[in-house]
């Protein structure tokens, strides 16, 4: 079966739409509608919040927002994907809020701890970004939202320190310890790119993926498995990092020393075999983005982009076996499509369910997509869901 096409509406029209539904829920036309993307990631996993490196770029899927303030203190929520609710903007404390209103209502309370004159707010979310998928769909709704507030309570912010208020609703009011990948990606994405992230510095470079020239295709494969990151798991790993460093010597694994951990069992020995397979895939992780950058940054023909395939693959097997974080789902998805004419593939993400990224030659597409599926139909399992990522533009406004 080829795949099936994804038809996104053309921004404007889709912005329209969008407002036309919010005049007739809120009886007035919105201010402004604003988008942000989900967020796919070439390469660097759980190395946000080790000061490490990592190549995320937005997607063409996003959560788009109609808002217009109040008079009132009032926050009316509507999703056309999952309900409304009502809060006051005494409801914003930094207290766990549950369901979809907490990125909203959190991205909100972040910006008026950072200094924003609040003021309430009717806002329609319509996002097409899948959730679970591993691809942020949580981060789309916060950096559609601080965009619509930076603009609407007149605080002016750089994408960095929009990403940051984004990732203090996540952690705070959503209550996921995150680190800034999601959210500085879904500010600051450029179409035909993916984002040189330092997350020492903070620093974004942005560099060409020539994917079409190069006859490629990134394929998303969302397996479905139920993918959940506040469940601890997530935050474990982080802790685990934490005294990994610690047990090293150095403030964070962006530090640690690749041979002792890669090469010599008996250095660090104060470091047990879990703690340091743990930062061992930290470290090779942050070279497998160094050697893709330099490959991105090489002249040359786009052919060279298929010498990113290894690196993939590679982040897979030490996201399995050094971290931990893969499921029989991301396993089968990765194989499947590496033994169908997959050049690399690799779960992408935090882990733990989610999607598996492949790059695949275009002329392998319907021969991958068709093994994935076989090979989930032969366990019984629900059908994944396949789909081409191309990196998009990051938040923005549209109307
Ligand atoms: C999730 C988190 C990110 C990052 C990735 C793993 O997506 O939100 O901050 O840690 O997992 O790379």
């Not at 208020?165 to 990606?185: K, T």
């Not at 190069?214 to 993918?227: C, F, K, N, Q, S």
């Not at 982040?315 to 089968?332: G, M």
Request: aromatic share 6%; net charge negative; hydrophobic share 45%.
């Amino acid at each position: 079966m080829p795949l099936a096409p994804i038809v996104l509406a053309p921004e404007r029209e889709r912005a329209q739409a969008l407002a036309r539904r919010f005049e007739k829920r809120a009886g007035a036309p919105p201010e402004g509608v604003w988008a942000a993307p989900g967020r796919a990631n070439l390469l660097g996993e759980h190395t946000d919040y080790n000061a490490g490196f990592a190549l995320p770029f937005g997607i063409e899927q996003c959560a788009c927002v109609a808002v217009r303030r109040r008079s009132d203190a009032r926050l009316r929520l509507w999703s056309e994907q999952a309900g409304a609710t009502e809060l006051s903007l005494a409801d914003l404390t930094g207290e766990r809020i549950s369901g979809w209103a907490a990125y909203v209502a959190g991205s909100a309370w972040a910006a008026s701890e950072a200094g924003a004159r609040a003021t309430g707010f009717d806002l329609l979310l319509d996002s097409d970004v899948p959730m679970g998928a591993g691809l942020s769909s949580s981060a789309a709704v916060e950096c559609a939202t601080l965009s619509a507030l930076a603009e609407l309570w007149s605080f002016a912010r750089s994408p960095l320190e929009l990403a940051r208020l984004g990732q203090r609703a996540e952690n705070h009011v959503a209550g996921v310890p995150c680190g800034l990948m999601d959210q500085l990606a879904s500010m600051s994405a450029e179409p035909g790119r993916v984002l040189w992230v330092d997350f020492q510095s903070s620093s974004v470079t942005p560099l060409d993926l020539p994917l079409a020239s190069a006859g490629l295709e990134l394929l998303v494969i969302d397996t479905r498995a139920p993918h959940q990151l506040a469940d601890g798991a997530y935050a474990e790993r982080r802790r685990a990092c934490q005294e990994a460093a610690r047990s090293l010597g150095v403030e964070t694994l962006r530090d640690a020393d690749v041979t002792s951990l890669a090469v010599a069992p008996g250095a660090a020995p104060s470091l047990g075999p879990e703690w340091r397979r743990r930062a061992r895939h930290v470290v090779t992780e942050n070279a497998r983005v160094l050697a893709a950058v330099e490959i991105l940054r090489q002249p040359g023909p786009a052919s060279r982009l298929q010498r990113l395939g290894p690196l993939l693959s590679a982040s897979h097997a030490s996201l399995r076996d050094d971290f931990e974080v893969s499921v029989p789902h991301l396993d089968v998805a990765q194989v499947a499509a590496e033994s169908s004419g997959a050049l690399g593939a690799r779960l992408m993400g935090g882990g733990f369910g989610g999607s598996v990224l492949a790059l695949v030659p275009d002329a392998a597409e319907a021969a991958v997509a068709s093994a994935v599926r076989a090979a989930f139909v032969e366990r019984g399992w629900s059908e994944p869901a396949l789909f081409p990522a191309r990196p998009a533009a990051g938040a923005r406004r549209l109307l």
